[in-house]
């Protein structure tokens, strides 16, 4: 009986494929479980509705007798029954929830799923994606949390990072006009700072206008009342606690070395670890940078280093320019390297996150930048030092390799999502492209020609219309 009624509707089908076909046009089928669902995809209806080469159904898979609810917004849309699209063929199935696709017959499915981190759970599924066709994703975490729980494999060709539709995101204008006078404490801060105060009194002075700020308009107003003062005041003082004890330890540190003389003492130290060997000497430097540059502003960080390190690297033949960029780097990049990486702690105040996961994150995104000294050093190119034509082509050669090894880190380059041995590729072009050399460029860009080959085969492969069951 089973093996009847599914011939049935493969002749059904058939017939379907075959009368549908003179028209040349492409079959879509919408399937609906809320209004919302329908307004996520007319943007695209709007678009395309000129376009004689698409055909547009409407279903309603889980609730049926829901059908004209659901569409309520779009009378006019051509509306089909489940059972009648379940013996159609549809070039494309847009779904905008997963749980409930149970129309499998589509050539191509596309699943766009809408709201929130954690609603409903399903921000980590157990069911499995691997059938669909596209997955577009608002935010990396939810990506990073649909492969953790195995519903999709890391380098699926169909992921999408798309980023929040277009119309979800505020107007510009709107935004200043509602809430652009929350920009005052800042205008405070830094009229203060040029009026020739000190840093910490420029500080205190943004901090006492931002109620008197948020009393101008009425929609602030609502918004921080005297019990939100009061949990800010609380928030305020449990965040300085933990940056307290984060000074604290790193004035230890910075202490322990200026008190015991080691600070003036460091030239031989690292002379005599290194062998007087540049690239022992250039890592040992970086540590130390990294370490006095903890808990400090930048540029007393900066001073401590030119007096302490720079000696180091003059006696070991580097350029004073190359030398003065290395530790000034490290004096930068100390405020986001863990343990103490203070820059990390006003962002982690906002985003609420791990502080050590955030503070990975942020060296993950300015790896860039502990490598770049090192190419200073061996490239002097790269601080515009030589003929013109030398310098521009490490300038170009060396952005290009900054751009490949922030693909490699970010798994996305120019096509779409990075595969693992693709980002090996650009790993190992960024490396040979920031250091300067025709041979070195020569490497880099067949590395990078490789990468994006690759990237355009499974592009064109994932593409493809699939051969599965009508």
């Not at 399937?31 to 007319?42: F, H, I």
Request: net charge positive; hydrophobic share 50%.
């Amino acid at each position: 009986m089973n093996r009847l009624r599914q011939a049935a509707v493969n002749w059904v089908r058939a017939h379907d494929r075959h009368s549908s076909a003179g028209d040349g046009r492409r079959r879509v089928l919408v399937d609906g479980r809320t209004p919302v669902n329908y307004v996520m995809v007319a943007p695209v209806l709007r678009a395309m509705a000129n376009d004689e080469r698409i055909e547009f159904f409407f279903t309603a898979s889980e609730e049926p007798h829901r059908i004209r609810e659901i569409y309520r917004e779009a009378p006019h849309v051509r509306r089909v029954d489940p059972r009648r699209a379940a013996l159609m063929r549809f070039d494309a199935y847009v779904a905008s929830d997963f749980m409930w696709a149970t129309l499998l017959h589509s050539t191509c499915r596309i699943q766009v799923f809408h709201g929130v981190g954690g609603k409903y759970g399903f921000d980590a599924p157990t069911t499995s994606m691997r059938e669909w066709h596209r997955l577009f994703f608002a935010n990396r975490r939810r990506l990073r949390n649909f492969i953790a729980s195995g519903a999709i494999d890391a380098d699926s060709p169909a992921i999408r990072l798309v980023g929040l539709p277009k119309a979800d995101l505020p107007r510009l204008r709107e935004v200043f006009v509602e809430r652009g006078h929350l920009f005052l404490p800042l205008v405070v801060i830094v009229a203060v700072l040029l009026s020739g105060r000190s840093a910490a009194f420029a500080a205190l002075c943004g901090i006492a206008s931002v109620v008197p700020t948020t009393w101008l308009r009425a929609s602030t107003r609502r918004t921080f009342g005297w019990a939100a003062i009061v949990e800010a005041l609380e928030s305020g003082a449990r965040n300085t606690l933990v940056v307290a004890l984060a000074c604290a330890s790193a004035g230890i540190v910075i202490g322990t070395i200026t008190l015991t003389g080691l600070g003036l003492s460091f030239t031989g130290v690292v002379l005599a670890l290194s062998s007087n060997s540049v690239y022992l000497a250039l890592f040992l430097t970086m540590l130390a940078g990294i370490l006095l540059g903890m808990g400090l502003p930048t540029t007393p960080a900066y001073i401590v280093q030119v007096a302490l390190l720079v000696p180091v690297l003059d006696k070991l033949g580097v350029q004073v320019e190359a030398a003065h960029l290395f530790v000034l780097y490290f004096a930068v990049l100390s405020a986001i390297t863990p343990p103490v990486a203070m820059a990390v702690y006003a962002a982690n105040g906002l985003s609420r996150a791990s502080l050590m996961d955030t503070s990975w994150a942020a060296v993950k995104l300015g790896l860039t930048g502990y490598i770049i000294p090192f190419m200073f050093v061996f490239s002097p190119s790269l601080l515009l030092i030589g003929d013109m034509t030398t310098v521009a082509l490490a300038v170009v050669t060396a952005t290009f390799g900054v751009i490949c090894l922030a693909g490699a880190l970010h798994e996305h380059f120019f096509l779409g999502p990075a595969r693992p041995w693709e980002r090996l590729l650009l790993i190992v072009a960024a490396f040979v492209l920031i250091e300067p050399g025709l041979q070195t460029d020569l490497i880099g860009l067949v590395l990078v020609g490789l990468t994006l080959l690759s990237q355009r085969l499974l592009r064109q492969r994932a593409a493809a219309p699939s051969k599965g069951p009508a």
